[in-house]
């Protein structure tokens, strides 16, 4: 799983514990699981085998018989048997399926725990934990003796932030676990929860970590509680990094800055305004504490900005201010951005003009909307990371107009594709009238990867009642030249329980064998729990797996 994957879900088909393998338990990939909102776009692992099956298979009035049912059944089993192996094709399989977030998979995930092999346990518990919501699934105590110490701490870190864990497992954690890294995840779970006596003494304790990203981590989450004389241990501790321009610090400390943000820390307050005024500092980390300044709405905030414009020489550096001087242009005087405007750079000098708009207190929507036609990928990423916050302005049509700019060809899917999917699923996750309104339309584009986007969103979502959305245009979705606009469209008609899309599911189970194994297994699932065979299905898994095995 993928932090605050903004969008996990069937596209990402790798398992989320791929992530962990690679970057391991160093400190800095361990900082990276515990610190604030970072904007990751969806793999493109799903796509890079594109669909085959026959287009007469999907034709319309074809009756399920019992032997389609005998063979999606086997053909599903044996897929999900793969989720057995540990090697990629597993991974796949169990990735797809826990996308999917639904409670009848949990017997499935807890006998993949049983399993003899270190990471599928670990896997399996994690994924059990995910999708039945059920902390009484998870057995704290039997998670630490998983032989894989280097895994665990981020796996801890997943469960936390993407599963269900109570405030009683947390204490145990602080108690038991052998990590001070696993022990501060507990302690900053306990403070967020607002239970501070159990909390508070830890983090004291790992103010001493030898650690850096674990001490100075430890320090914010004090800054957290309501103890004064804690928050002053905390605010020593940050002073300290604060002065220190050692290179290897500068990740901890811009987490930092986007955690205080994000949480709107109060008593941080004067740790960011101190970096944002330091000479020493580079202008990137500046940049990031003045961007939390204004984000918390600080004092002095928009003079900061000022000074950072006036002092500022790299192009991207320029462009970086003058995005920031579109989001808070009303809290900064227009004529510091002219200076933005005397650059040989069309980008920058663009994104200057829309700061101005934003500085007269003007409605630079238009302008916005005319730089990402331009497709400018700084520009466009940028406009999906502003897109974050629920609350911010023209948020619906700003990602409209980036599942627009969907392109395909020749049925590759490039970074302009994935982010319009992650894009649509924004608008899925949303999941307000004005939002349907807009994926039913995307339906209705001359652009073929514009309604493969926006199905993929749907399919993604949190949500599952998209069918309807889908259905009115099933009859010409499904004759598309494109075969995954008909196969995710079945997909997202299957999780809202129609079985109209079973005769395309039949044929991803059984025809695309160019298609992955999660996806092939995700479609089986809808096919047997659509038939009412889905008790059959999980208990002929279970007869042939024993645990153990």
């Not at 999917?100 to 993949?112: E, G, N």
């Not at 619906?396 to 319009?420: F, I, M, P, W």
Request: aromatic content about 6%; overall charge positive; some cysteine.
């Amino acid at each position: 799983m993928q932090p605050q994957n903004p969008v996990t879900g069937l596209m990402d088909t790798g398992h989320h514990l791929s992530s962990t393998r690679r970057c391991g338990a160093g400190r800095r990939s361990i900082f990276n699981l515990l610190a604030a909102a970072c904007i990751i776009l969806p793999t493109a692992a799903v796509y890079a085998a594109p669909a085959t099956a026959p287009q007469s298979q999907s034709a319309a009035g074809i009756t399920e018989t019992p032997g389609d049912m005998t063979d999606v059944f086997a053909m599903t089993r044996h897929f999900f048997l793969r989720g057995y192996e540990s090697n990629r094709h597993g991974a796949l399989v169990l990735g797809s399926l826990r996308a999917t977030r639904d409670p009848a998979l949990a017997p499935y995930f807890l006998s993949v725990s049983r399993a003899k092999d270190p990471m599928l346990q670990l896997t399996g518990t994690l994924d059990a934990n995910y999708v039945s919501k059920n902390a009484a699934l998870l057995h704290i105590r039997h998670f630490f003796t998983i032989p894989l110490p280097s895994l665990l701490t981020p796996s801890l870190a997943l469960l936390i932030q993407y599963g269900h864990i109570t405030n009683s497992q947390l204490e145990t954690v602080l108690k038991i676990g052998p990590q001070p890294s696993q022990r501060l995840l507990a302690a900053a779970a306990l403070v967020t929860r607002k239970q501070f006596p159990p909390a508070v003494p830890e983090l004291l304790k790992l103010l001493a970590s030898v650690d850096p990203s674990v001490r100075y981590y430890a320090a914010m989450t004090l800054l957290e509680t309501p103890d004064s004389a804690a928050i002053a241990q905390g605010l020593k501790a940050l002073h300290r990094l604060a002065v220190s321009h050692s290179p290897d610090l500068q990740h901890i400390k811009r987490a930092l800055l986007a955690r205080a943000a994000v949480k709107h820390i109060r008593p941080a307050e004067p740790w960011l305004a101190a970096i944002a005024a330091d000479a020493k500092a580079t202008s990137g980390t500046r940049r990031r504490a003045t961007a939390a300044m204004l984000y918390m709405k600080m004092p002095g905030a928009g003079k900061q900005l000022e000074k950072l414009i006036a002092d500022a020489h790299s192009t991207i550096g320029r462009i970086e201010l003058g995005l920031l001087a579109i989001q808070y242009g009303r809290r900064i005087s227009p004529d510091s951005l002219r200076i933005l405007l005397k650059t040989r750079s069309p980008l920058q000098r663009d994104i200057a003009r829309v700061g101005l708009l934003a500085a007269y207190h003007k409605n630079p929507l238009p302008e916005i909307l005319h730089l990402v036609h331009q497709g400018q990928p700084l520009f466009l990423n940028w406009v999906y990371a502003y897109c974050r916050r629920s609350t911010a302005p023209h948020r619906l049509r700003l990602l409209a107009s980036l599942v627009r700019y969907a392109t395909v060809v020749d049925g590759q899917h490039d970074v302009d594709y994935l982010r319009a999917a992650a894009a649509a699923n924004r608008l899925a996750n949303t999941d307000t009238p004005a939002a349907r309104k807009l994926l039913a339309g995307f339906l209705q584009s001359v652009n073929p990867g514009v309604v493969e986007a926006a199905l993929a969103g749907m399919m993604e979502s949190r949500h599952t009642g998209f069918g309807s959305l889908v259905a009115p245009d099933w009859p010409q979705l499904r004759k598309n030249h494109d075969h995954q606009i008909r196969q995710f469209a079945a997909v997202v008609m299957a999780r809202s329980g129609m079985s109209i899309a079973m005769p395309e599911l039949r044929n991803i189970v059984l025809y695309n064998d160019r298609r992955t194994g999660g996806f092939r297994a995700v479609a089986g699932w809808y096919y047997v729990k659509l038939a009412g065979k889905s008790a059959a299905l999980l208990h002929a898994v279970s007869a042939a797996k024993k645990p153990g095995t």
